[in-house]
């Protein structure tokens, strides 16, 4: 419902957008999942930790409780992001229905709501298109975005035709409630209380779910991608995408570019030549003859070594004999080949160039 348009007469939604999906966007049912995941996310953790607290663990409450969220998360990563955000391999059906079954008790919301806002993620990345928009201020991209509704008008597009076209997709998503409470709330609480009669610690510590992945990251292991391995060699999974390995290659020399351009915008490299003025020889030659000024020319522009002389390693008198002339070829070779640092150093002496 469109609050801004009934209370001010006007909106600002962006109706433009082309993507057909929206018709089902606006079914009051996506709302409700909305509404579902930030009650469950924002509750859980206190309803975990009061149960964690007051509640004793038993071993095989325990034993089930990391096998149960490990398979949850595992069907969140390789399920809902690789398999159906991605399309990164293939899934036999009965790979399907594991996964968007027993993901339902993660909370993360339906596989068509969590893949196309994945999608438009990847498309629009950091941009007010993006869902997850990390420039959109410090508590949105930390933990407003679990909860704060977006108006989808406003996201960009992005084709889920092979979302909305796969049953068992539309199913979960339509049944997505229901099911949550299912593989959230009935089956853990179900196993523990009837296998050996821990109700209640079925119930308490069944549900951080979210919280699992953190640990994967933190270690930097990929259980997901042995799952999806392990998957393959039954025949559940085939057709695994990798990515060339010249591709990655060239993504991670573009990364280390970024970072050394980041260390880069650190250092000083003194005022860019097109910043300073331009001299013709002649001009050049008075100021070094009337106003005394210490310049040389190297390779057409001139250095101040008044400073620099009494430093350079080379000693004073050749620079002091330089001083109004052009000392290219000395520079380079001609007297002495200069390395590096020393043609870094030249960076801070410009104080001009010749005019072409
Ligand atoms: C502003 C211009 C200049 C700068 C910033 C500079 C800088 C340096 C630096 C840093 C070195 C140490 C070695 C190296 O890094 O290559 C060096 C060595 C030297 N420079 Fe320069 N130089 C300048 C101009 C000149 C000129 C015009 C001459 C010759 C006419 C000259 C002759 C030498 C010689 C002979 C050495 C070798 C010193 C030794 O190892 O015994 N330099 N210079």
């Known amino acids: 419902m469109d609050f801004q348009k009934i209370f001010t007469g006007k909106s600002d939604r962006n109706y433009d957008n082309p993507d057909p999906s929206?018709?089902?966007d606006d079914q009051p049912l996506l709302q409700r999942i909305h509404w579902f995941r930030s009650l469950y996310l924002s509750t859980m953790p206190l309803l975990a930790l009061y149960g964690a607290l007051t509640t004793k663990l038993l071993t095989k409450t325990a034993i089930f409780y990391v096998i149960y969220l490990a398979l949850n998360s595992i069907c969140i990563t390789a399920g809902y992001h690789?398999?159906?955000?991605?399309?990164?391999?293939?899934?036999s059906r009965a790979l399907q229905y594991f996964m968007a079954i027993l993901s339902c008790a993660s909370a993360q919301g339906s596989i068509y709501w969590w893949a196309r806002n994945h999608r438009i993620h990847h498309r629009y990345t950091d941009t007010p298109k993006d869902p997850y928009n990390a420039k959109?201020?410090?508590?949105?991209?930390?933990?407003?975005?679990?909860?704060?509704?977006?108006?989808?008008?406003?996201?960009?597009?992005?084709?889920?035709?092979?979302?909305?076209?796969?049953?068992?997709?539309?199913?979960?998503?339509?049944?997505?409630?229901?099911?949550?409470?299912?593989?959230?709330?009935?089956?853990?609480?179900?196993?523990?209380?009837?296998?050996?009669g821990d109700w209640r610690g079925g119930y308490f510590f069944l549900n951080f779910p979210s919280d699992y992945r953190n640990g994967i990251r933190f270690y930097h292991l990929?259980?997901?991608?042995?799952?999806?391995?392990?998957?393959?060699?039954?025949?559940?999974?085939?057709?695994?995408?990798?990515?060339p390995e010249n591709e990655i290659k060239k993504g991670y020399i573009e990364m280390k570019f970024k970072e050394l351009n980041k260390i880069k915008?650190?250092?000083?490299?003194?005022?860019?030549?097109?910043?300073?003025?331009?001299?013709?020889?002649?001009?050049?030659?008075?100021?070094v003859k009337k106003s005394n000024k210490q310049w040389i020319i190297i390779q057409g522009v001139i250095y101040d070594v008044s400073t620099f002389m009494f430093e350079h390693p080379g000693g004073i008198p050749l620079l002091d004999s330089a001083i109004g002339k052009d000392m290219s070829e000395a520079f380079n070779g001609g007297v002495y080949s200069h390395q590096n640092a020393a043609r870094n150093l030249l960076n801070h002496l410009r104080v001009g160039s010749i005019a072409a």
């Open 136 to 196: 959109a201020g410090f508590f949105y991209s930390h933990i407003g975005w679990l909860f704060l509704k977006r108006d989808r008008r406003k996201l960009g597009y992005v084709d889920t035709s092979d979302l909305q076209s796969d049953k068992l997709v539309m199913f979960q998503h339509n049944f997505y409630i229901p099911l949550a409470y299912l593989m959230g709330y009935a089956i853990p609480i179900g196993v523990c209380g009837l296998g050996w």
């Open 222 to 243: 990929d259980p997901t991608k042995w799952a999806i391995w392990f998957c393959s060699l039954l025949g559940l999974a085939y057709d695994l995408k990798t990515f």
């Open 22 to 24: 929206f018709s089902i």
């Open 82 to 91: 690789r398999y159906w955000s991605h399309r990164s391999y293939k899934a």
């Open 265 to 287: 915008s650190t250092i000083d490299y003194g005022t860019p030549l097109e910043k300073l003025p331009t001299f013709t020889m002649d001009e050049f030659t008075a100021q």
